[in-house]
């Protein structure tokens, strides 16, 4: 859609069983993230601090805001709280909320302020509200289409200014996207008006005519017009029906921004108006996807500056303008909101339907009322941002060619926990006969199958009509890959419709798949880092592992081991080294004292195997066993065929008291996956680990529950076991247990 633009991505590395201490310096986005989270609470809690008794904020009270500005600094500050996740009901935001609603406002800014705050809320009383908002803002433009603070209706005389036209727009497109109806003349005329004031360069300063050079906040405000009205006019409809000017003129303003992108200043202003750049800028990349303007990451970068800005009693610039705080607070609130899917550009037809992930984002947010994103990522690109989403989409409107080094990275995206949805655009042979070429290489030890007609993906939640004939690479406990021979991208673009039941059910399915590969619902927050970085550290000690190799599924999640290490060496200083897998029937107890076993299904065990075990159990080894997924088959072939080698053999609680629940991480009570936990009522805080002694030594440690897939960290509905965090600590814990390397012991003396 936007020629100018390209990602740029931070580097990840890992492999499937190297776990040694690296050099990697960790980017700290951690250490952010808190202060993130610091920086809008005391924002917030100083916006609450000025609500007073009869509801608006102190600021409504001065002279000059009476009138020409009434109600400004209140909307502005509800918006700002709700979009912080201040609950509606907190008193002094619902006094603040009541006092809005009530509010007879006269000033563009402020009824557009008011729009989008009330847009917020999932409450039916405020439609009333927002639909006399949305049409005295659609009345109050000028015949041009520019705004200014008064109400022009229309008029001729007398020159707009491009920021209260921008905020005027937002409010309209705040109403338009809770249902409220807005004419398409209406679009048209704003279209018209930013096409037409843009400047050579690319730009758009204060007013139209202005002379002066164009600068940051209302280019960007510029641009999220242009998106915006796009959005509306042609968000429905095939690239074919659409005239092309509004891409052209996006095109330049894009070109501006990466020309001119700075975070510290407001481009060609400085420090005037730097709040509404970093505004603008925010609701540029949200809605087209942009992870990164020339190369930089400009979320990671604004919220750095901001929270380096923050004044100590919580507010920015002034404790009077409070705009300027809540401007600050809808900045890092809303870039952060978390990523449900990522597109993927390459080289081919990538993006046929241009708006079809934008249109699924949003309708997911407004169903499940939680917001999420969507954003583009380049393949040439390194895998670390592709993780701010769980699903990585491919669409394809014809054939499509990636190279090795590209299959590669679509595999450590999958195998380090996400998912790959792929759908052939106009329903494209040729991208499905490539796909399915470059999937049977991608991932030779897991085969593509076709989705049964009654799996739950078909079900889940809703249950779409009409769909069926998904294929799907598994590696047993969750999906890798989804692909769809037929098109699902058209539907996608012409946006959710109910009279549609084809069209309905796409978005239906495409949510079923969501909530799956989610566990209903759970994301991350964008800048939280997926995968983690290897820190450098001294071992303070070593733990040896061996898998093993046998015929049930021994391997679904090749970089959980991977993972493991990382964590282990990251937290306690603890080197993992996994040594080269053995096969079952050469398990011994010399080489391997530490041996860890993983499967899924039917295990039958050969002669030769048996004996090997019987040998490893009475030499003294350790087999550390999980259940992948939760299997009742392999559970039973555990229960039956394996716990017996064990002289005198018999599985045993593990007491809660042991130090494999305390060392080196405290675990009084465990977290299961959502379903698990639910189905275990009040079990669900009490652990579940089991051993098998051989005298004083536990020969196994079994886990009837899993811990391979949340060893790799991804969230999944419908597998049993344990939450990634907890399956991480209990792990490391039993390692270091079986390695020797117990919890001190307090000692007696002086």
Not at 87 to 115: C, F, S
Not at 166 to 189: D, E, T
Request: aromatic content about 10%.
């Amino acid at each position: 859609m936007f020629s100018r633009f390209t990602i740029v991505a931070a580097v990840l590395a890992g492999t499937a069983y190297s776990t040694s201490p690296a050099a990697t310096k960790p980017e700290g986005l951690p250490d952010l993230q808190s202060q993130i989270d610091s920086a809008i609470q005391k924002g917030a809690e100083f916006l609450l601090e000025q609500v007073t008794e009869e509801g608006p904020v102190s600021r409504e009270y001065s002279a000059d805001y009476k009138v020409a500005l009434r109600g400004w600094q209140t909307a502005m500050t509800v918006h700002a709280l709700l979009s912080a996740k201040v609950p509606p009901d907190n008193p002094k935001l619902a006094r603040a909320i009541k006092w809005l609603m009530e509010a007879k406002l006269h000033a563009t800014r402020a009824v557009a302020a008011r729009a989008c705050a009330l847009a917020e809320l999932n409450d039916p009383k405020v439609m009333p509200v927002l639909a006399q908002d949305a049409k005295w803002l659609i009345n109050a433009a000028g015949a041009d289409g520019a705004y200014t603070y008064a109400f022009k209706a229309g008029a001729t005389d007398g020159p707009g200014d491009n920021t209260n036209t921008q905020l005027a727009l937002l409010g309209v497109s705040a109403a338009y996207h809770r249902g409220i109806a807005v004419p398409s003349k209406y679009w048209r005329l704003m279209q018209d008006y930013w096409m037409q004031t843009q400047r050579f360069d690319g730009g758009w300063n204060y007013r139209s005519g202005d002379k002066r050079t164009s600068y940051g906040s209302t280019t960007a405000a510029g641009l999220a017009s242009l998106l915006i009205t796009q959005d509306a006019l042609y968000g429905t409809h095939l690239p074919a029906l659409q005239l092309g000017k509004p891409e052209e003129h996006m095109d330049k303003a894009i070109a501006w921004i990466e020309n001119n992108f700075s975070v510290e200043a407001n481009p060609n202003k400085g420090p005037q108006w730097w709040y509404s750049w970093l505004y603008s800028l925010e609701r540029v990349a949200l809605a087209s996807g942009f992870r990164r303007f020339a190369g930089r990451d400009w979320y990671r970068l604004g919220a750095e500056q901001l929270v380096k800005r923050q004044s100590e009693a919580g507010y920015w610039h002034s404790a009077s303008r409070l705009d300027r705080t809540a401007l600050a607070i809808l900045f890092l609130s809303c870039g952060r909101r978390p990523v449900l899917i990522s597109k993927l550009k390459y080289q081919g037809r990538w993006n046929t339907r241009p708006r079809d992930v934008a249109n699924l984002a949003r309708w997911i947010g407004l169903t499940f009322e939680s917001p999420v994103g969507w954003q583009t990522v380049d393949i040439n690109s390194d895998t670390t941002e592709w993780h701010d989403a769980p699903i990585l989409y491919i669409s394809g409107a014809g054939a499509c060619n990636f190279t090795p080094q590209q299959m590669d990275k679509l595999r450590d995206y999958t195998l380090q926990g996400g998912l790959i949805l792929s759908e052939a655009a106009a329903s494209s042979g040729d991208f499905t006969l490539d796909m399915h070429e470059y999937y049977r290489q991608t991932f030779p030890e897991f085969s593509m199958r076709r989705l049964a007609e009654d799996d739950d993906i078909y079900d889940s939640h809703f249950r779409p009509k009409g769909i069926r004939g998904l294929e799907a690479v598994s590696n047993g406990l969750r999906p890798l890959v989804i692909h769809s021979p037929s098109q699902l991208s058209s539907s996608l673009q012409a946006g959710y419709r109910e009279n549609r039941s084809a069209d309905r059910s796409v978005f239906e399915l495409l949510a079923n798949i969501y909530l799956r590969a989610t566990d209903k619902g759970i994301l991350r927050q964008r800048g939280h880092k997926y995968w983690p970085d290897s820190k450098q550290f001294t071992p303070a000690s070593t733990a040896f592992v061996t898998p093993v190799k046998h015929a049930a599924n021994w391997n679904p999640e090749p970089m959980a081991l991977a993972r493991l290490g990382i964590e282990m060496g990251n937290t306690h200083s603890i080197a993992l080294e996994v040594r080269k897998p053995v096969e079952l029937a050469k398990l011994d107890a010399q080489t391997h004292p530490i041996a860890v076993m993983t499967g899924q299904g039917e295990l039958s065990l050969s002669t030769g195997q048996v004996d090997a075990l019987r040998r490893y159990f009475r030499e003294g080894g350790t087999l550390v066993i999980d259940s992948a997924g939760g299997s009742r088959e392999f559970d039973r072939c555990v229960y039956g065929r394996i716990i017996p080698l064990v002289p005198d053999g018999l599985a045993r609680a593990i007491p809660e008291r042991h130090e494999i629940f305390s060392w080196p991480n405290k675990i009084p009570h465990p977290t299961y996956r959502r379903d698990l936990a639910m189905a275990l009522g009040k079990a669900r805080r009490k652990h579940r680990l089991r051993g098998v002694w051989s005298g004083e030594h536990l020969a196994i440690i079994y886990s009837r529950e899993d811990l391979t897939g949340g060893l790799v960290g991804y969230q999944q509905a419908g597998l049993r076991g344990y939450a990634p965090q907890t399956a991480m600590k209990l792990m490391t814990n039993i390692l270091a247990y079986a390695a020797g390397d117990h919890e001190p012991r307090a000692t007696s003396g002086e």
